[in-house]
């Protein structure tokens, strides 16, 4: 889609952003609002941004359609959710576009292996899976996958 905008987050939109991310998050149905609170997230922004995180959002009809968060300094896309009203219109297509600008020779990641949805549209991404394994902490297996550029 041409319309959307993808930009930095101001701090000012902390919640917007913490609202797509719950919410996208909850609509996987592998969790649920009280595993990951909306405090707790938004808590988390302003620790990650302080830890390397370059927060973006991507914007269409001037709504917060999607959250993006990566770190440069290890390739890391940490966080990439689209709103579950905008799902399907091209927006996580574009924001992984805009991740490989930022991130051009290689991406890495990790996702719920639950998350079947998210490892197919990561698999059609051009990702490889290289590991998958318990983490502690989390209620589930965690798969890690990794681009490079050709």
Do not use: C
């Amino acid at each position: 889609m041409s319309d959307i905008i993808i930009r930095p987050a101001r701090e000012d939109e902390f919640d917007a952003v913490t609202r797509v991310w719950l919410d996208s998050h909850v609509s996987t149905g592998l969790a649920t609002n009280s595993d990951a609170t909306f405090a707790d997230l938004r808590a988390r922004i302003p620790v990650e941004i302080a830890n390397g995180w370059q927060l973006h959002v991507a914007e269409l009809s001037g709504a917060i359609a999607a959250m993006l968060a990566f770190r440069t300094r290890d390739n890391y896309l940490d966080q990439i959710f689209v709103a579950p009203k905008f799902q399907g219109m091209g927006v996580g297509r574009k924001l992984m576009a805009f991740t490989r600008e930022h991130l051009p020779d290689e991406i890495l990641l990790r996702t719920a292996v639950a998350n079947t949805r998210a490892i197919a549209w990561y698999e059609r991404e051009g990702f490889v899976r290289e590991n998958e394994m318990m983490q502690e902490g989390w209620s589930g297996p965690r798969v890690y996958y990794r681009w490079r550029r050709r």
